[in-house]
């Protein structure tokens, strides 16, 4: 068994297709087949069901491919952790940001990173927070950026700072005429979400829950977007308002329509999350160093009375 056979098995699983996972690995398509052969014969097991189309792992392929994506990062992990004790941050890392993020943040400190860093290949990919948590823990990705806490011995989170949330309301409301407004005073009635899925979602829900809603506020259209820009559209076009984290407001020209909350201020967590196998600690630092020198005064990096972190309801995951 060598790395080069595990390569191949974990290519061949990707691409669910002999000729695609041997161009992946620049190799003949015989020689590809022939190797995984060899692995097979010498487990003494069946790693793909050939039948299918696609290609798929068996119950226990499944088992050992996710094996072998452990063994082949730890490996090339191996060398990246020799050249940052030289003092170079080089190799390849992947990074994780959830989409209520990577809009506002990747722009603030992803060139700086980059520039600071010029050896090293950075893979950004925007996903959800279940596709991050499940991607750390089968080891297709290094490290992410999402909300915390999040409750799970598997991996390592590291807070960086703390996103207040601001009200983006219409000029219809009956609360417009405020420039702070209690959690009290907002119906979920009134307020346009994002779909299932994003944790944002779920924490706008924890702090408008309070008021009950009541006939005379019920408005005739629902809609859920996996956009906080096309939500605030709504509110423009519509009535009712949107919750939006901070850093999604620092282009918006009309902030008059943008409220505060009355202290405490309801305020998510974001950190840095990674697995337990995950060690370059000289690239983690580097990265919470740019991240945090990039972000505005207004955000603070620790928790202070006047914030209320709202939990996610998987924080227990």
Not at 156 to 175: A, C
Not at 212 to 223: C, G, H, P, V, Y
Request: one cysteine or more.
């Amino acid at each position: 068994m060598t790395l080069t056979q595990l390569s191949y098995i974990v290519a061949l699983d990707k691409f669910k297709n002999f000729g695609h996972a041997a161009d992946s690995c620049k190799i003949t398509q015989p020689t590809l087949s022939m190797q995984i052969q060899k692995l097979e014969d010498e487990l003494g097991l069946i790693l793909f069901d050939r039948s299918s189309q696609p290609i798929k792992a068996t119950k226990m392929g499944q088992t050992l491919i996710s094996q072998a994506r452990v063994i082949l990062n730890e490996s090339q992990k191996f060398s990246d952790l020799v050249q940052e004790d030289k003092g170079e941050v080089k190799g390849e890392v992947t990074l994780g940001v959830i989409p209520t993020l990577a809009p506002y943040l990747l722009p603030l400190f992803l060139k700086k990173f980059s520039e600071k860093h010029p050896a090293l290949q950075i893979n950004v990919e925007e996903l959800q927070t279940h596709q991050i948590l499940d991607r750390l823990k089968n080891n297709t990705l290094d490290i992410a950026i999402l909300v915390t806490p999040i409750d799970d011995d598997k991996l390592v989170s590291t807070p960086l700072f703390y996103e207040p949330f601001l009200i983006y309301m219409s000029e219809k409301n009956n609360l417009y005429s405020k420039t702070k407004i209690s959690q009290t005073e907002l119906s979920q009635n009134e307020m346009w979400m994002l779909t299932e899925g994003h944790c944002f979602r779920d924490q706008t829900l924890a702090v408008c829950k309070s008021k009950k809603r009541s006939a005379d506020e019920k408005k005739n259209i629902k809609f859920e977007s996996g956009s906080l820009e096309t939500l605030r559209r709504m509110v423009d076009l519509e009535n009712g308002f949107t919750l939006i984290p901070y850093l999604a407001t620092l282009e918006y020209s009309n902030t008059k329509k943008i409220k505060e909350f009355i202290n405490p201020v309801p305020t998510r967590e974001v950190s840095l999350i990674h697995s337990t196998f995950f060690k370059r600690d000289a690239l983690k630092n580097s990265l919470v160093e740019v991240i945090q020198k990039s972000l505005p005064k207004e955000i603070p990096h620790l928790q202070t009375k006047n914030l209320q972190v709202i939990d996610l309801p998987f924080g227990k995951n």
